[in-house]
Structure formats: structure tokens, C-alpha cells
């Protein structure tokens, strides 16, 4: 069963350069990895603020899990602290894995 990966990201004007190089990373790489399906951003601007969300679809449980395993592991390789990149940017991050209701039978 296909599994959607959704981030809610929330910045300020001033943080979307450094934030869209970061994704334009992270997404090159995940495309490389096995189970990758597709991926989407879109983005809104309101006041001073920036929404970000980013859509990713993986073939299975099992896929996802892989790639959070091959995220992490290149996020040493690259010495990126996500959390620290984070707070340094006052960007707020909310994370759900979803199902497509159309596989679920």
C-alpha cells in the first residue's frame, strides 16, 4: 500500500532561499532512492510568512522506512543537522505519513 509522506512547513520571508536550496537537495536525493514514486511542492505566501508543503509518495511501508533510514544517513555524510537548521531558520515543521484511500479496500 503506497505511503504519502506530507510536511507542513511554516517560515519567515527571510528563511525561503536557504529552505528551498535545502529541498532542492533533499529531493534530488530521494528520487534516487528504491520505492520513491513521486514527489510535489507548493507554496504560500501570506503576510511575512512563508507555507511550505511538500508531498512525497513511496510504493510501501517498507520504502518509507527505508528512506528515512538513507535521509538520515546522508544527512551525516553531508554533517546537516535538521533540527539545528530549524530553529536557526525559525522554521516549524509539521509531519504525517497518510494512505491513498484508493488502495485501501
Known amino acids: 500500500m503506497n505511503q504519502i509522506l506530507i510536511d ?9 532561499e536557504v529552505f528551498l ?3 532542492k ?6 528520487k534516487t532512492i528504491p520505492g520513491f514514486l513521486s514527489d510535489e511542492i507548493y507554496l504560500c505566501e501570506k ?6 508543503v ?3 509518495k513511496w510504493k510501501d511501508q517498507i520504502s ?17 543537522d535538521m ?9 516549524q515543521i509539521e509531519r504525517e505519513i497518510f494512505q491513498n484511500l484508493e488502495s485501501i479496500e
Open 8 to 16: 507542513r512547513f511554516q517560515l519567515p520571508k527571510e528563511a525561503k
Open 21 to 23: 536550496t535545502r529541498v
Open 25 to 30: 537537495i533533499n529531493r534530488e536525493f530521494i
Open 47 to 52: 503576510n511575512n510568512n512563508i507555507l511550505i
Open 54 to 56: 511538500t508531498v512525497a
Open 64 to 80: 518509507l522506512q527505508n528512506a528515512k533510514a538513507l535521509v538520515i544517513s546522508e544527512y551525516q555524510n553531508q554533517n546537516f
Open 83 to 91: 533540527p539545528q537548521f530549524l530553529a536557526l531558520n525559525s522554521i
